[in-house]
């Protein structure tokens, strides 16, 4: 299984910008995907996730009425719609996924990790 980020970018403050996270290798309807960040010199941290099956969705607080997480279930693809930009928004963006929704943000934690994308908002 592969996860490719994409989409990152620079974008102003109170811009918008768009990540998305392909999947390949195998079926994942059982599966939760996740999105989580590191801002330099910070720790890792949940944004959302989405379950590819019923398209349940996740917020951490920091994002919430922000940021949109959805799914292309025929591309295998999840998006992350990042709207009202901030320059704490700045970090690398990856994908993981896991059998159950999570905010733990140890790599371990999940059964498959992108490479992540770097989203940087400018002041």
């Known amino acids: 299984v592969q996860l490719q980020a994409s989409g990152g970018g620079l974008v102003q403050t109170g811009g918008s910008l768009r990540v998305s996270c392909a999947a390949s290798?195998?079926?994942?309807?059982?599966?939760?995907i996740h999105w989580l960040r590191q801002a330099p010199g910070k720790e890792r941290e949940f944004v959302a996730a989405i379950r590819w099956s019923g398209g349940s969705t996740y917020y951490a607080d920091s994002v919430k009425g922000r940021f949109t997480i959805s799914r292309d279930n025929a591309k295998n693809t999840v998006y992350l719609q990042m709207n009202s930009l901030k320059p704490e928004d700045t970090a690398i963006y990856y994908c993981?996924?896991?059998?159950?929704?999570?905010?733990?943000?140890?790599?371990?934690?999940?059964?498959?990790w992108g490479q992540g994308t770097l989203v940087t908002v400018s002041s």
């Open positions: 290798g195998r079926t994942f309807s059982s599966y939760v």
């Open positions: 993981a996924m896991s059998p159950y929704p999570r905010k733990i943000v140890d790599q371990g934690a999940y059964d498959y």
